[in-house]
């Protein structure tokens, strides 16, 4: 079982970053997949950015533009959201996830298993 706690979400004006991070409790596989989505009032969780644990290559959504970055601490069992960049429409609530995957990248929300509690990313114009 594992466990996912989010932290450092915020108010940023438009332009600036913020880090999320997600640390993890219970063992995280090397063959995991762990990932960031966001959601909007009303809609459906969005992928945003994810990548194997036990790698190092990202794959993201369109729309990130190499303005996000996510990364993994193997010794914290912690993963990041390095947001740059932040634009007003990002203003969301973001969550980070996980599935044991066989190393399968996905974007569907309804394919993680683990959830963390999401933080609230507001970006004032």
């Known amino acids: 079982q594992v466990h996912l706690v989010v932290s450092g979400g915020g108010l940023v004006q438009a332009g600036g970053s913020l880090r999320l991070s997600c640390a993890a409790s219970?063992?995280?596989?090397?063959?995991?997949?762990v990932a960031w989505f966001r959601q909007f009032p009303g809609k459906k969780r969005e992928f945003v950015v994810g990548?194997?644990?036990?790698?190092?290559?990202?794959y993201s959504s369109d729309f990130v533009e190499g303005r996000f970055t996510i990364s993994r601490d193997h010794a914290k069992n912690t993963v990041y959201l390095q947001m740059n960049g932040l634009v007003p429409e990002d203003s969301a609530v973001y969550y980070c996830?996980?599935?044991?995957?066989?190393?399968?990248?996905?974007?569907?929300?309804?394919?993680?298993?683990?959830w963390g509690q999401g933080t609230q990313v507001t970006v004032s114009s």
């Open positions: 996830a996980a599935r044991s995957a066989g190393f399968q990248r996905s974007v569907h929300w309804y394919q993680y298993n683990y």
């Open positions: 219970g063992r995280i596989e090397s063959d995991y997949v």
């Open positions: 990548m194997v644990w036990s790698g190092d290559s990202t």
